[in-house]
């Protein structure tokens, strides 16, 4: 393949005509899709859905500590949840953890919610500062930068690396500015790269001396256990390398079942110290009476252990996986040494991360929508949905079947090539 | 019967003696009961659970929308629960209508949570004002005075009358102070008096002229459909009513299944005007991917319909109308003209509300402890958990079975008296 930007002005013009062709026989196809979310796909939902039958009317109700589930009570959670989350999260002891609904979106919403409202173990509230300020590793997840735009934090951008955040400088923001008060981490399978943190990497976030003392790591354990080969890529368990570090109160950490069973209908987890959970075991006493403690014993009966949860994710990899597979393989074959774009090849985790030609991103993501592919914003990934080069787009491969796949990949490809032509042309 | 104030110091001093001998006899029987929370007794969850078979493993898990129940999306609630849960409160539009997850109790807590960060269709956020402050009816539910206590709100007690809150105070107060932001209410069936709102009542808020734009009605509809007796108490539709008074904005309207299917395992619904509902849902959309919408489809395949709704509660009532009945019958034969309290008979709700004595409610509560009978805390029914007079006990009938029932209600008007005759005696 010769690449695009070694073409002669000619050439990228003849270029330019073939490709806008094939972009009105695509838009002719009528296509409809929507990748612009890591949903599971219809096969993985179908799959589980013999744990609809696991709790029936002649069930027996009580969880191991007697307790009915189908009355008030247990707010933090069942005590058999709470092992299976802990198990799940590395072997936290599950008096560490606590067990919510079916979102750990929420959980975080609510925390640094209430971080604003009520401050940290004691300290000043962040709404009676005058700025405060979290760290955003980006590309990230745009839902974790909506959480804190919300509540007017500032945020700024942290490079990733392929070993994770580029720790010097989340090491001298956080050394050095007591107004930085979090930092939002996706630590194994990040979204979008699919990069896993380095061992060293969650070591020196462990190790870290903030400045501010109510300066916490949100630690978004979200793809845990989604691994997509059997060769799996692993992180330390990060609230005892923080108690290592002398650190013990320095990480909330969630984690969440919506992508393991059903999206929205799973349980949720919150872990942290002991003096951490007993404050937010305070604040959730205000808060609610409990959560859904049926669906927490539906999941656990249905599961058993983390080794259920593993058994379960295997079978999710084998569906994922060739979707995965496919798009990289189309991204290989049509774009391959046209040096027009640069993706990630993640082990596990939800996306695939392109990085088009600077400036190129929304542009690509609008032919796309043109011709009746949904992708993710351009620029979401960032912080205040802005891409400061343009170039970063979120691919979603999980929900589509096979067929819509290729279909969507192929338009994707189509896409990058003919807006990096009228790229390198305007630049001529 | 001789009231007690009737009685000569020795004819005190000798009941005093035969009380005391009771009260040991009563501890020498081991009670071991809790009464302390309105929660649903085992028959009543018992008599739901096929709706454990409602959705098994082979079930349509799309909604009437054609949404998959088990994807995200519909963050709003799936469409046929929004109709439920709008019927169920007396026939608002849908669309005036979100579904949530498991408690009503965890949206009066966003809202106010979000007031305070965020403000009121673009108002001041509380969190920047010196000084908010709540009407809080009272007695009332001690869940709410939590809520508004734990964000430093100012709560200032408003008297009930058997027509619900005394109206010339809360005009006054609502006109008068623009600090006054909102105000609890429990307008059916209140918690614990089981006072239902008299339509001049209802009418008078629907009428009110804030002193504040931002000021709004908290209007936790707990038991509308939770009548004891065919002949039920009902009340206007607060939003209807509020808009054709001219103040549309003014009412937020919560509502929930926990007490009508399991306790934390239901389904809840906030309720507004269309304005209200639309910032609402803005905030929802960086909150949460959304409620868990199989429980949802659960609840409506279960019920059908309102009439499906009410029919179930006929049941409830069959249940839970001799539990009331029995506790009314120890208290009228007890104490029926001893002048030393006075009690509520409600024709719904969960509770039975007591007016001991003044001074001599805490007192009781703990006799009743020191002999295995735990009620909710003396003074939990008043702002700041303060009874001015020390004369409030909340009595939750439902839980207990009927043998249960009978050993309580005899050891609290045992306590009641004992009390009572101390006091008297301390008064000579």
Redesign the interface.
Known sequence: MKAYREMSREELLSRKDELEKQFEDAKGKGLKLDMS?G??G?EQ?DM??????V?????D?RCEEGV?????GLMDGISEAKHLMSDMMGGIPAENVIVY???S??IM?DTV?RC???GVLGST?W?KLDKVKFLCPAPGYD?HF??TE??GIEMITIPMTPEGPDMDLVEKYVSEDPAVKGIWCVPKYSNPQGITYSDETVRRFAALKPAAEDFRIFWDNAYSIHDLYEEQEDIPEILSECEKAGNPDMVYEFSSL?KVT????GIAAFAASRKNVEETKK?M???????????QLRHVRYFKNVEGLKAHMRKHAAILRPKFEAVLGVLDKELGGLGIGEWTRPRGGYFISFEAMEGCAKAIVAKCKEAGVVMTGAGATFPYGKDPKDSNIRIAPTFPNSEELAAAADLFVLCVKLVSVEKLLAEC
């Open positions: 979310r949903k599971p219809l939902l589980t859905m013999d744990i609809m039958d709790l029936d009317s002649k069930a109700m009915d589930t189908r009355n008030y609904g079916n979102s979106l929420s919403y919610s604003v409202t009520h509230p709404c839902r909506s959480i919300l509540f919506s059903f999206s929205g209908a604040f006493a205000v808060m609610t009476i409990g959560y859904d403690k049926i669906n």
